[in-house]
């Protein structure tokens, strides 16, 4: 089946740095490529809409200039914490929808868990 | 706004017993009702339901959609302690093929 590729898995980092976590499908390619966070025991929010060559839609409040995301190619997105802070620890995950598979679902990636000290 | 509502948002039961798991939403523009079982990291699918009344059944896990009455139940009969997890709906509008998800029902199954 259709896999999605995310890393790092998991990212401990200083408050103030950027980190950079990717997302790949491996054997389809992915026109639109969707990120969500998850809070502990919270359900998974919806960050940002990413389609392949052009700029992502983010949902209301989310700070674009924070949460930096480029979808270059049809099998890679990849997600941008600028200047990250505690509050900004999280668990986050990408999920692709691909243009040649004929089976109507959404294949997410394994998460990035992200402490910030 | 779109809206999936889970119920319960929590329950413990024994192996061998039978849990289902409920789901309403309100949504714009109805596509689809997703089922996913998430354990430590990332969802994996377990059904997708588009049309009213038809269940659809992958071994000991079934599932159906009413869309009259903007809910859809997942059963799973004779539990294991495998099955603990935390089971989440998402409801996917036309168009932009955005989830919405609930906050999910965690399911513990003891020995």
């Known amino acids: 089946g259709a896999v999605v590729s995310q890393h790092p898995s998991r990212v401990i980092c200083k408050s103030g740095t950027s980190v950079k976590i990717e997302c790949r499908s491996l054997d389809f390619q992915a026109t639109t490529m969707f990120w969500y966070r998850q809070f502990p025991k919270q359900s998974l929010m919806l960050m940002a809409t990413?389609?392949?060559?052009?700029?992502?839609?983010?949902e209301q409040g989310v700070e674009k200039d924070k949460f930096l995301i480029n979808h270059a190619s049809l099998t890679l997105s990849t997600l941008t914490v600028t200047s990250a802070h505690p509050e900004d620890s999280s668990f986050y995950i990408c999920?692709?929808?691909?243009?040649?598979?004929?089976?109507?679902?959404?294949?997410f990636g394994s998460g990035t868990q992200l402490s910030v000290l | 706004e779109d809206k999936v509502v889970q119920s319960p948002l929590s329950l413990v039961v024994h192996e061998g017993d039978t849990v289902t798991l409920n789901c309403s939403y309100e949504v714009t523009n109805f596509r689809s009702l997703l089922w996913y079982k998430q354990e430590k990291k990332a969802p994996t699918f377990l059904f997708m339901l588009?049309?009213?009344?038809i269940e659809k059944k992958s071994g000991r896990l079934s599932s159906i959609l009413d869309k009259k009455e903007l809910f859809s139940i997942l059963n799973i009969t004779a539990t294991q302690t495998g099955d603990s997890a935390v089971y989440l709906c998402?409801?996917?509008?036309?168009?932009?093929?955005?989830?919405?998800f609930g906050a999910g029902t965690t399911v513990t199954v003891r020995a």
């Open positions: 990413s389609n392949e060559g052009s700029k992502a839609t983010y």
């Open positions: 999920s692709a929808r691909g243009i040649d598979i004929l089976n109507e679902k959404l294949f």
């Open positions: 588009t049309s009213s009344g």
């Open positions: 998402a409801v996917e509008a036309l168009g932009d093929y955005k989830l919405s």
